[in-house]
Structure formats: C-alpha cells, structure tokens
C-alpha cells in the first residue's frame, strides 16, 4: 500500500528546541464551553452537535502556546458510532473530520498569530487513536484485559486509523494503551503505511508498569527499533508514576520521550469520576523532573486545560537546544 511520505513534526521541532508543548484536555475544555459529554461516545458526541466548540478549544490551546492539537478523536470509532445508529460511512466522515477541525483552526490561528511569535513552529496535528477499552467505555483502557484476539483488535482499529491519515495527520497518537498486545497491534497496522509517524503512550498500573502489567522497561526495549514511532512515553496518568516511568523509558530507549499526565487528580473508573485536587503548581514544577528524567514531549491530558499549557509554554518556550 502506498503511503505519502510525510515528515516526522516532532523531530522537526526538537533540532531546534528543547521540548515539544502538546496540549490539554480537550473533554474538561469541553464541558467549559457548555458541552454535554455523558455518553458512551465522550467528546466524539461534540462531533455530532457541537463540532464549533472544538474548533475553539484547539484555538484556545494554539493560543497558550501548545505546539500540537491531539484531535478528538479518541473515542470515535466505526463501531461507537454505529451503536448510535450512524452508518459506516458517515462515521469515516466523523472521524476524518476531527483532523479537519484541528487542520482550519491550526491554519487560522497561524495565519493570525503565527507570524507574531518568531521562533515558533507551526504546529502539527496529531491524531488521536484510543484503546479499545475507550470504546467499551467500562474503564478497560486503564486495565487492558480485553480477552479478545489480535485479530479483533486489528480490525476495530485499521479503519479509523485509516480515515486519520487520508484525512491528512501529521502524526498518529496512539495514546493511553493499557496493553502490550494492543501496542504491538497498532505498530503492525501503522506498518502497513510506510511513511507515516505515530507516537505510542501507555496508560500505567504503577510507575514501572503499564496497565496489563507489562514492565515499562520491556516496552521501551520492544519498541525502540522501529522509526516509524516518533516518541514513547505515559499519559493519563498521576503525576508521580508518569515521573518513574519517564525515568525507566529514558534507561532504555534513544527515542524520544512523552509525557503528558494528569492534572493530580484521580479518576475512578467504575463511578467515571475525578477525586482530590487539581494542581497546576505541583503540575509545571513536576515538569522540571519530567525534562532531567529524559522528556522532550510534555503536555497535559485529564483534568488540564490552557493555562497548564501556558504556563508549560512560558517556562519551556525560551529554552532551545
């Protein structure tokens, strides 16, 4: 299958800069511009009644200096969508839709402020392929013990992965994965185009382990070979155990490494609620610890927003390499 070749953005923006700023949560966003995300299909319901709001939550994190707008398109599948009755054809739509949302507000924004900030690459689009645990919407992305075969989860992912990059990515982000086997399934799909970067986040059962229990270490000896994976790293994960794992990661990888935790607080998957506080402070302090432990990629995932962002962004922006 041929496959455009693409350049790999993150390596683009490290020869010149010490790190890569993702951005933030895009549901807490969500819900802040008045959204209603109780629903199996999470932020991918937005897609379907208020795709504007997105749009501006991508605006607003390019605003705070984010070189990167992870689409929404976690929780968007063929599947998800057909349990709502959307046929096969309109989903593909929906799903390749989250890159063009992120794609008009990268450009607009850029065409309007970009050249203002000198030094500053435009940024990229990276988008977002969920654990099939996301789909199942019963916390299984935080354990990983899906029971089904290879086989299965190769089919539940090629399509979206598919419409992703017809749709234009700049890179994939299989981001969360709770399971070895489901990482080794999605390198072996990413395989089937050549050219094109993903970057690959595990969600962690403990600062050593990924969810499944899989050593951290033995997933960053697995995959260090393959160029295709722009960077490894954690994410939705507390900010201590995000720390050791960079730490494990950096020991035994050359690639770069991400790292994009929660804001401190902690989710319960069985009641899908957040506990404790949020703490921005703890959260930019921590980030000096995530650098000298080897990340190069950092950013906010739940429970974060645009001024985590900013704050990353005024503390790392005036660092080049």
């Given at each position: 299958m041929s496959t455009q070749v693409k350049h790999n953005p993150i390596e683009a923006i490290l020869r010149s800069h010490a790190t890569v700023i993702l951005d933030g949560?895009?549901?807490?966003?969500?819900?802040?511009?008045?959204?209603?995300?109780?629903?199996?299909?999470?932020?991918?319901?937005?897609?379907?009644?208020n795709p504007g709001a997105i749009s501006a939550v991508h605006t607003d994190y390019f605003r705070a200096g984010?070189?990167?707008?992870?689409?929404?398109?976690?929780?968007?599948?063929?599947?998800?969508?057909?349990?709502?009755?959307?046929?096969?054809?309109?989903?593909i739509a929906l799903i390749k839709q989250t890159v063009f949302l992120a794609k008009e507000a990268r450009d607009s924004f850029w065409d309007e402020e970009g050249s203002r900030?000198?030094?500053?690459?435009?940024?990229?689009?990276?988008?977002?392929?969920?654990?099939?645990?996301?789909?199942?919407?019963?916390?299984?992305?935080?354990?990983?013990?899906?029971?089904?075969?290879?086989?299965?989860?190769?089919?539940?992912?090629?399509?979206?992965?598919?419409?992703l990059i017809e749709a234009g990515a700049d890179v994939l982000a299989f981001e969360t994965i709770p399971s070895f086997e489901e990482a080794e399934v999605l390198v072996s799909l990413l395989h089937e185009y050549p050219g094109v970067y993903a970057w690959l986040s595990f969600s962690l059962r403990d600062g050593s382990r990924i969810s499944d229990g899989t050593r951290v270490a033995d997933c960053a000896l697995a995959f260090k070979d393959e160029e295709q994976?722009?960077?490894?790293?954690?994410?939705?994960?507390?900010?201590?155990?995000?720390?050791?794992?960079?730490?494990i990661l950096h020991q035994h990888t050359d690639q770069p490494?991400?790292?994009?935790?929660?804001?401190?607080?902690?989710?319960?998957?069985?009641?899908?609620?957040?506990?404790?506080?949020?703490?921005?402070?703890?959260?930019?302090?921590?980030?000096?610890?995530?650098?000298?432990?080897?990340?190069k990629?950092?950013?906010?995932?739940?429970r974060t927003g645009p001024s985590h962002i900013q704050d990353l962004s005024d503390k790392w922006r005036k660092r080049v390499k």
């Amino acid at each position: 299958m041929s496959t455009q070749v693409k350049h790999n953005p993150i390596e683009a923006i490290l020869r010149s800069h010490a790190t890569v700023i993702l951005d933030g949560a895009l549901a807490t966003e969500l819900e802040s511009h008045g959204c209603d995300l109780d629903d199996p299909l999470w932020s991918a319901r937005t897609l379907i009644e208020n795709p504007g709001a997105i749009s501006a939550v991508h605006t607003d994190y390019f605003r705070a200096g984010a070189d990167c707008a992870i689409t929404a398109s976690y929780q968007a599948t063929v599947e998800g969508f057909g349990k709502r009755g959307i046929g096969e054809e309109e989903a593909i739509a929906l799903i390749k839709q989250t890159v063009f949302l992120a794609k008009e507000a990268r450009d607009s924004f850029w065409d309007e402020e970009g050249s203002r900030d000198n030094g500053r690459h435009k940024p990229f689009v990276a988008a977002s392929v969920g654990p099939y645990g996301a789909y199942l919407a019963d916390g299984s992305e935080y354990r990983g013990n899906y029971g089904i075969p290879k086989e299965e989860l190769a089919a539940f992912h090629r399509p979206r992965i598919k419409a992703l990059i017809e749709a234009g990515a700049d890179v994939l982000a299989f981001e969360t994965i709770p399971s070895f086997e489901e990482a080794e399934v999605l390198v072996s799909l990413l395989h089937e185009y050549p050219g094109v970067y993903a970057w690959l986040s595990f969600s962690l059962r403990d600062g050593s382990r990924i969810s499944d229990g899989t050593r951290v270490a033995d997933c960053a000896l697995a995959f260090k070979d393959e160029e295709q994976i722009a960077a490894i790293g954690v994410n939705c994960a507390p900010i201590p155990e995000a720390t050791d794992a960079v730490k494990i990661l950096h020991q035994h990888t050359d690639q770069p490494i991400i790292v994009y935790p929660n804001s401190g607080e902690t989710y319960d998957a069985e009641t899908k609620t957040w506990h404790g506080e949020e703490a921005c402070g703890s959260f930019i302090d921590q980030s000096d610890a995530w650098f000298e432990a080897g990340a190069k990629i950092i950013g906010g995932c739940c429970r974060t927003g645009p001024s985590h962002i900013q704050d990353l962004s005024d503390k790392w922006r005036k660092r080049v390499k």
